[in-house]
């Protein structure tokens, strides 16, 4: 890893820092005749495709039982770990919690919004190379938070699925569990089969077949984002420590191969110290292969601004999945910068805590999307729906205005509803014995 210097990035570099994607381009059609077959053929699709992808033949796809056993029997110290985390995650999500409200904007204008839960949603939890039990927690304990009755969870099958994801399932509050993952995951739960009840909405991360999957069904079932690999972005200035920087920088490089690692600085000599403490750190981690590759890719490395604020304009165009400052005054260059899917202020808070046992959710959007939308959230599983009351005197307040604009649109009929209930009011006005009667 060398440092360059941010005003002379060629346009290929900028195209690889700024206009990642999820890479799914290049499996979309597999996925697609995938996602038919198990459209079609149900659980007979979903048994072939665990043979073929996961070298599984599975026989009950439903494991709920098997989560609650793995929480009993897993270390209890592990246990104890996963508990807490969970507590953590479910304390930040509840003050997410919106409250349904009414209020009178004019005289005889009510207004209002409540928010109520899907009915059945599914959690994607990726496992293959590695066990991910927080993946379990983060998106389950929203949906369980929200109000969701029924959530769904889909997990790759194995020989031994990691008891640790299935104990994290079972303590985040899943009510069915599936051993069934990549595509055929996301199929199943988006159009069901004979063992996977249909689900209206399916969320969590995963590798690009699965990303693609979500990006195939949208339109028939509803998704959270299209997430790509992991991203970090680092803004560190003279007071920041290389050490932390570059710590944060290989913790999300062994990831994924294809992970996007970058840190600026406005301090030449604080880049080219982490750039030295990113080859240090590259040949002691167990995943070092991943991690070296992931740091070679044009989509990563170590920059060095002209300013602080070249730093922050740098910063907001490549809206990073997880954005850490590590600056003197990280609160003022916070509120610069308005494009980031989770953010870690100062020295002592790595990205991990957040990735793990802080509360905050680690599902988050990738690829610049945190431009248009933030993370997994309550939010994701709750529909909000508009209410309004008028009184006779609100409708005719608005009745003018209603006409003018139904007309100027040719519809006709719109107008009417609004001058049918003026006219009955009027003749009612007009007849004491109608008056006396109401």
């Known amino acids: 890893m060398n440092v360059h210097s941010v005003g002379d990035l060629t346009s290929e570099r900028r195209r690889a820092l700024f206009e990642r994607d999820a890479g799914i381009d290049a499996v979309r059609s597999d996925v697609r005749g995938i996602t038919e077959r198990v459209r079609e053929e149900g659980d007979v699709a979903v048994r072939e495709f665990c ?26 110290e592990v246990r104890g770990a996963i508990d807490a985390a969970a507590a953590n995650v479910r304390e930040f999500h509840e003050r997410q919690l919106p409250e349904d409200w009414r209020a009178e904007f004019d005289e005889g204008r009510e207004l209002g919004r409540r928010f109520r839960p899907l009915e059945r949603v599914g959690v994607y939890v990726p496992g293959g190379a590695a066990a991910y039990p927080s993946s379990a927690l983060m998106g389950i304990v929203p ?9 769904c969870v889909a997990t790759p099958p194995a020989e031994e ?6 104990a994290a399932i079972h303590a985040a509050g899943a009510d ?42 949208r339109g028939d079932c ?17 007071t ?27 301090d030449r000599e604080t880049a080219e110290a982490i750039t030295s403490a990113v080859e240090r750190g590259a040949g002691e981690r167990e995943r070092t292969d991943t991690v070296r590759e992931a740091l070679a890719s044009d989509a990563s490395g170590v920059f060095l601004a002209r300013s602080m604020s070249e730093a922050i304009l740098f910063a907001e165009e490549y809206a990073a999945e997880h954005l850490s400052i590590q600056a003197d005054d990280d609160e003022a260059i916070l509120d610069r910068i308005s494009s980031a ?33 933030g993370g997994l959230s309550v939010e994701t599983f709750l529909r909000a729906t508009t209410v309004q009351r008028l009184s006779p005197d609100g409708l005719e307040a608005l009745s003018g205005t209603i006409d003018r604009l139904a007309r100027a649109e040719g519809l006709e009929a719109h107008a009417e509803s609004v001058a ?17 009667e109401d």
């Open 176 to 217: 069915e569990v599936y051993s069934v993952g990549g595509a055929q995951a996301i199929a199943a739960l988006a159009y069901g089969t004979e063992s996977v009840t249909r689900v209206r909405k399916v969320v969590g991360p995963g590798n690009k077949w699965v990303t693609a999957a979500k990006a195939e069904v």
């Open 222 to 238: 509803e998704i959270d984002f299209l997430a790509g690999p992991s991203e970090i972005l680092a803004i560190a200035d003279s």
């Open 143 to 151: 949906a369980k938070v929200a109000g969701v009755d029924t959530v």
């Open 161 to 166: 699925i990691s008891p640790v994801t299935l």
């Open 240 to 266: 920041a420590n290389p050490e932390f920087v570059a710590s944060d920088l290989l913790a999300q490089a062994e990831h994924d191969p294809n992970a996007s690692v970058v840190a600026i600085s406005d």
């Open 420 to 436: 049918v209930r003026i006219r009955e009011r009027g003749e009612r006005e007009d007849d004491p014995e109608r008056l006396r």
């Open 341 to 373: 899917g989770s953010v870690f202020l100062g020295p002592h808070t790595p990205v991990a805590a957040g990735d793990y046992a802080s509360g905050t959710n680690h599902v988050l959007p990738t690829n610049g999307l945190a431009k248009v939308t």
């Open 51 to 76: 043979r073929e992808f996961d070298g599984v033949d599975v026989g009950n796809l439903d494991v709920t039982d098997d989560a609650e056993r793995a929480y009993e029997e897993i270390d209890e």
